[in-house]
């Protein structure tokens, strides 16, 4: 290195450069918004239930976050905890699929990419189920197919209304047939789930793509997402390969979606609550007992 390239390098790590000191930071203060590039205080962002209140960016929420968000503090509990996937095809790709369970229950202290259970909402009572992408990117294996199903069974004995919040990559490559069979297993339930006449309400967070938006997700009373959320089945470049056509830059957006009639209502995370209590009040059965 010529010396004089030295001498500017070691300027600029030299105290007082700004952004030496912006890199001096504490890690977890400030998170830069990928929507609108800006920094945002992260005490500030969860206070907001992580929407960026500069631009309305919708950062991830996790199942138990999700859960936290929807249900009355203290009323939920939860049902099938210790559900947890078997390696059925001994199933190896840059990693084992054991490796790859052990390293997302890690993560996100979660069996599998699914918290199911009962809770209340502004003190209605409801089954509540909500996806975590941070679990192998929310994928749907037998767990959490098993999971969603005796959650949608439980409501329908039970008579409660059914919210179910999901976010996932699709299927579970790794279960192979056994996951896309969750497909098959779940809508079942929720056309046994429709006879009983309570409502569903279905939320689509970003993304919802894949064998899990072919599912359980599409088959609700009202479906709701997120905005921006990205609900697809197959990724926008394999169908235009296939059909051999351009698509919009937007396709696949909650907003194209919306105009396209795939799905009811956009809903910002901060007005979710409120529009399910909204919605279960017009849905709701009268003179149903409970
Ligand atoms: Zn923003």
């Not at 197919?145 to 409501?155: F, M, Q, W, Y």
């Not at 209304?161 to 790794?174: D, E, V, W």
């Amino acid at each position: 290195m010529p010396i004089g390239e030295w001498f500017n390098k070691q300027k600029k790590l030299a105290p007082g450069n700004p952004n030496l000191e912006k890199r001096a930071v504490p890690d977890g203060v400030w998170e830069k918004c990928k929507g609108c590039n800006e920094p945002i205080y992260t005490k500030e962002l969860e206070k907001n239930h992580k929407v960026c209140p500069k631009c309305d960016y919708h950062f991830p929420f996790s199942a138990q976050e999700r859960v936290n968000h929807l249900t009355d503090p203290g009323t939920f509990d939860e049902l099938w905890a210790d559900l947890s996937s078997e390696d059925p095809l001994h199933f190896i790709a840059n990693k084992t699929y054991v490796d790859s369970l052990d390293i997302a229950r890690d993560k996100t202290g979660l069996n599998d990419a699914v918290i199911c259970g009962t809770g209340q909402v502004n003190g209605r009572r409801v089954a509540v189920g909500a996806m975590d992408f941070g679990f192998i990117g929310g994928s749907m294996g037998s767990v959490v197919g098993e999971k969603i199903t005796r959650l949608i069974e439980l409501a329908t004995d039970d008579r409660l209304p059914l919210i179910i919040t999901s976010s996932s990559g699709g299927a579970r490559m790794q279960e192979g047939m056994v996951s896309l069979m969750q497909m098959a297993k779940t809508s079942a339930a929720a056309a046994r789930f429709n006879k009983s006449g309570m409502p569903y309400i279905s939320i689509l967070a970003h993304p919802t793509t894949g064998g899990v938006t072919a599912s359980f997700p599409s088959l609700a009373d009202i479906i709701i997402a997120e905005p921006n959320a990205l609900i697809g089945f197959a990724g926008q470049r394999v169908i235009e390969q296939t059909i051999k056509q351009k698509l919009p830059k937007n396709f696949q957006t909650a907003e194209f979606n919306l105009t396209h009639g795939m799905i009811d209502m956009i809903v910002s995370r901060l007005e979710m609550k409120h529009t399910i209590t909204r919605l279960l009040d017009y849905l709701e059965p009268r003179g149903v007992a409970q």
